[in-house]
């Protein structure tokens, strides 16, 4: 996918990985980006290109709406999410299903809304900003790597699914940025911006899955091994409980 002329769609736009990827899209030449928000009143950006839109993932009508407003779509990016901290076994049963119901339901939501307005406009492409938490979990971040798993195998699912009509669905998979959902943790954060230039350069090479750093590559490539040397390699690790 060339970026020069794409029309995209950005949820979660209004800060961290959202925003930088409407910064980059718009760098790169894209000819217009919904930028959407629970409240698009806080979106502050400084380009006509740009164009308000409400979505809220947890609310079917607002996403209903928003793919009615936007049919000229030719790129979608997934950016929303939540992080409750919430723990599987202790935690508030709440914020465990709300954690589901946004990185899960509400993007697969949003998916099921655009993929004909994405067919129709040629195939376009679908980006799904996915976690490192997919593929493991770390202490206080049971229900967040649950959602986030669940989410992970849901874009491998829609790649397929919607392959027929030339969507090509990618996933980004990374550890910790520095944006707010990020802002009590300790350790290493890689800067937000590379998670939309990893993300786009991929699309223009036709990738389905981009790994942004070395700590979310180190993941992927354990789970070909015993589990219990991850684990014990994560409990040495400093701040680790």
């Given at each position: 996918m060339d970026i020069i002329g794409q029309i995209a769609l950005v949820t979660?736009?209004?800060?961290?990985?959202?925003?930088?990827?409407?910064l980059e899209l718009l760098e790169r030449g894209a000819s217009a980006v919904y930028a959407t928000a629970r409240r698009?009143?806080?979106l502050e950006f400084d380009d006509s290109r740009v164009v308000?839109?409400?979505?809220?993932?947890?609310?079917?009508?607002?996403?209903?709406?928003?793919?009615?407003?936007?049919?000229?779509?030719?790129?979608l990016v997934n950016n929303a999410g939540i992080s409750t901290g919430a723990a599987l076994v202790t935690g508030d049963l709440a914020d465990i299903r709300r954690e589901m119901d946004t990185h899960f339901w509400g993007t697969l939501d949003v998916i099921r809304e655009f993929a004909p307005v994405?067919?129709?406009?040629?195939?376009?492409?679908?980006?799904?900003?996915?976690?490192?938490?997919?593929?493991?979990?770390?202490?206080?971040?049971?229900?967040y790597a649950a959602a986030k798993a669940?989410?992970?195998?849901?874009?491998?699912?829609?790649?397929?699914?919607?392959?027929?009509?030339?969507?090509?669905?990618q996933g980004?998979?990374?550890?910790?940025?520095?944006?707010?959902?990020?802002?009590?943790?300790d350790?290493?954060?890689?800067?937000?911006?590379?998670?939309?230039?990893?993300?786009?350069?991929?699309?223009?090479?036709?990738?389905?899955?981009v790994i942004v750093d070395d700590w979310t590559a180190m993941v992927k490539a354990s789970l070909a091994g015993d589990?219990?040397?991850?684990?014990?390699?994560?409990a040495g690790l400093p701040g680790a409980s």
């Open positions: 979660g736009a209004n800060r961290g990985i959202g925003r930088q990827f409407v698009p009143e806080t308000p839109l409400r979505l809220d993932l947890n609310d079917h009508a607002s996403v209903v709406a928003a793919a009615a407003t936007a049919q000229d779509v030719t790129l994405l067919g129709a406009n040629g195939g376009g492409a679908i980006v799904n900003v996915l976690s490192a938490l997919s593929w493991f979990v770390a202490p206080g971040a049971g229900s669940a989410e992970w195998n849901m874009t491998n699912g829609v790649r397929l699914e919607l392959a027929g009509q030339g969507t090509l669905v980004v998979l990374l550890g910790a940025a520095d944006t707010d959902i990020s802002a009590d943790y350790g290493p954060k890689i800067d937000a911006r590379e998670v939309p230039r990893r993300s786009l350069d991929g699309l223009v090479a036709g990738s389905i899955e589990p219990a040397a991850f684990y014990a390699q994560l």
